[in-house]
C-alpha cells in the first residue's frame, strides 16, 4: 500500500477512485474554502444563485462518484441549525407577513427580516456543510493534514489535531470495553441511581486518557521530538492539479459577480 493511502481511514470517507480523489488536498481545502467564502459573499436576495451553487456541487459529486445518497446522509448534522433557522422568523423584529394559503396557521405573523435571515443561514449553511461532506468524502484524514500543513496553518494546530484524529479511535475503543465491562457484571443503566456509576466510569476514562497521553508524550521526546513533526510528503501539486482544483470556485465566482449585478 502507498503512503498515500496508507493513513488514517475514517467514516466520511468513501473509497473510490475520481478524478476529485486524485487531487491533491491542500488544492481540494483550497478550493472548498474559497467556494465557501463566495457562497457567504452571494446576496441573500439572489435566490436562483445558490440554486446554481447546488448544481455545482452536484456536478462534482458526480465526478467524484460520491452517491448522492450518502451525501444526503452525512449532511443531516446540519439538522439543529435547521430548527435555529425555522424559529428566526417567529422571534426576529421589523416588518411582518400574514402567512396565508397554509392550513391552520393564517394569520401567523412572520417577520419579514426573519424569513430573509433564515433563508440565508439554510442556503449558505447547507451549501458549505455539503463542501465540507464531498471534501472529507474524497480525502482522507492523514491527507487532510499534510494539506493544512503545506497550506502553511500553525503548526501546532496541525498536531493537535492530528494527536485527536490518531487518538479518538483509542478513546472510543476504550469507553467501548468499559461499557462492555459493565454489561458483564450485569449492569443496566435504567435509572438516576445508576448515573454514580457511569460518573466513576468517566473519571476513570478520563484518567486512562491523560496517563496515555503522557506515555505517548514521553515516547515521542525519547525518539527525539523537538516541538516540530516531519513533514512525510513534499510533493508540490502540479499546475493541472491546482487548475482542476480551481474548477469550482472559478465557476463560484462567476456566479457570485452575476448576483451582485443582477
Not at 417567529?90 to 411582518?96: D, H, I, L, S
Amino acid at each position: 500500500m502507498s503512503t498515500r493511502h496508507a493513513g488514517h481511514a475514517h467514516k466520511l470517507y468513501l473509497h473510490t477512485h475520481s478524478p476529485v480523489h486524485a487531487l491533491p488536498a491542500h488544492c481540494k481545502l483550497a478550493a472548498v474554502f474559497a467556494f465557501v467564502l463566495l457562497v457567504v459573499a452571494t446576496p441573500r436576495e439572489a435566490v436562483w444563485a445558490f440554486g446554481l451553487y447546488a448544481l455545482l456541487l452536484a456536478a462534482v459529486a458526480a465526478a467524484a462518484r460520491v452517491p448522492y445518497g450518502h451525501l444526503l446522509k452525512r449532511m443531516l448534522i446540519e439538522v439543529p441549525f435547521v430548527g435555529f433557522a425555522v424559529l428566526m422568523p417567529f422571534v426576529a423584529e421589523g416588518p411582518y407577513t400574514e402567512l396565508g394559503g397554509v392550513p391552520g396557521l393564517s394569520g401567523v405573523s412572520l417577520s419579514v427580516s426573519g424569513l430573509w435571515s433564515a433563508w440565508n443561514i439554510l442556503a449558505k449553511g447547507t451549501l458549505g456543510v455539503a463542501a465540507s461532506v464531498l471534501l472529507a468524502s474524497t480525502t482522507e484524514l492523514r491527507e487532510l493534514l499534510l494539506g493544512l500543513q503545506k497550506l502553511r496553518l500553525p503548526p501546532l494546530l496541525v498536531q493537535i489535531a492530528s494527536f485527536m484524529v490518531r487518538y479518538g479511535d483509542v478513546i472510543a475503543d476504550e469507553m467501548r470495553r468499559m461499557r462492555v465491562a459493565r454489561l458483564s457484571r450485569g449492569f443496566r443503566a435504567t435509572g438516576v441511581r445508576q448515573w454514580g456509576v457511569l460518573a466513576k466510569s468517566a473519571g476513570a476514562l478520563f484518567i486512562r486518557s491523560y496517563e496515555r497521553g503522557e506515555r505517548v508524550h514521553l515516547a515521542m521526546v525519547s525518539r527525539g521530538y523537538t516541538g516540530t513533526m516531519p513533514v512525510l510528503d513534499e510533493a508540490a501539486a502540479t499546475r493541472a492539479q491546482w487548475g482542476g482544483a480551481a474548477a469550482l470556485p472559478l465557476a463560484a465566482l462567476a456566479v457570485c459577480l452575476l448576483g451582485w449585478a443582477l
